[in-house]
């Protein structure tokens, strides 16, 4: 199994252009997670989607914010247009069962992204 | 609100000895509770899941274990390596068996040689 896989795994950019991240989640995973991470403050949950409908969105941050997943293998997280504030780690995560005490959630690699 | 603490943010041990990770969350009402470790750059990595019908989980050197009534988990880890050196944090649903997580900052283990 590949496990999640994110693209790309670094992005530098300046101010005020679009950036998109890249999600492929473990094949047959019900549920695919956005994380953000940064030293102030640690792990943050963005979205999820549960067999691909958006179930909980209250993480994003602002309505530069927004994130898709047309199918059950891909999703994306859009940035529209970014800030230096947005420089974080930019983590995805699927889980095979959905709310339930099994629903272990495994992460990809994450997106590095700065914005200059 | 779930919060989650983990004491100490940062450990250092020398190799060979046994240790001990706390986490503590707030809304005891879980259904289960998981133990990740994070390389630096890197991602997580899934170590355990402990089910709040379980008490305790093992994976090889690894030992998770589960007080829903006090609201604590703890990860032990023996014999530990310099190999161990990395972030562990802690995760709970943020209710029930929510798929929503809330993490802790984590603790940084270092193991020296």
């Known amino acids: 199994d590949a496990g999640v896989i994110q693209s790309p795994r670094h992005e530098v950019t300046e101010m005020g252009q679009e950036v998109t991240l890249r999600c492929k989640p473990i094949?047959?995973?019900?549920?695919l997670f956005w994380y953000r991470q940064t030293m102030m403050r640690g792990l943050e949950l963005l979205i999820y989607?549960?067999?691909?409908?958006?179930?909980?969105d209250s993480g994003m941050p602002e309505d530069r914010f927004s994130a898709k997943m047309p199918n059950a293998s891909f999703s994306t997280l859009k940035i529209q247009p970014s800030e230096p504030r947005d420089s974080a780690v930019y983590f995805c995560?699927?889980?095979?069962?959905?709310?339930?005490?099994?629903?272990?959630?495994?992460f990809g690699p994450g997106t590095r992204l700065t914005v200059l | 609100k779930q919060e989650v603490t983990q004491i100490p943010a940062a450990l250092s041990v020398p190799e060979g000895e046994n240790l001990v990770l706390n986490c503590s969350f707030t809304?005891?009402?879980?259904?289960?509770l998981q133990w990740f470790r994070q390389d630096p750059g890197k991602g997580l990595t899934s170590l355990l899941l402990?089910?709040?019908?379980?008490r305790e989980q093992t994976s090889g050197r690894l030992n998770a274990s589960l007080d829903k009534s006090s609201g604590r988990s703890t990860l032990y880890i023996a014999a530990s390596q310099p190999g161990d050196s990395a972030t562990y944090l802690c995760?709970?649903?943020?209710?029930?068996?929510?798929?929503?997580?809330?993490f802790g900052k984590g603790t940084k283990l270092t193991v020296n040689p």
């Open positions: 995560a699927s889980s095979p069962f959905g709310s339930s005490v099994f629903n272990e959630q495994f």
């Open positions: 094949s047959g995973h019900n549920s």
């Open positions: 989607f549960n067999n691909n409908v958006p179930i909980d």
């Open positions: 809304d005891s009402a879980i259904y289960n």
């Open positions: 402990i089910q709040s019908s379980q």
């Open positions: 995760a709970v649903p943020t209710q029930g068996g929510s798929e929503k997580l809330v």
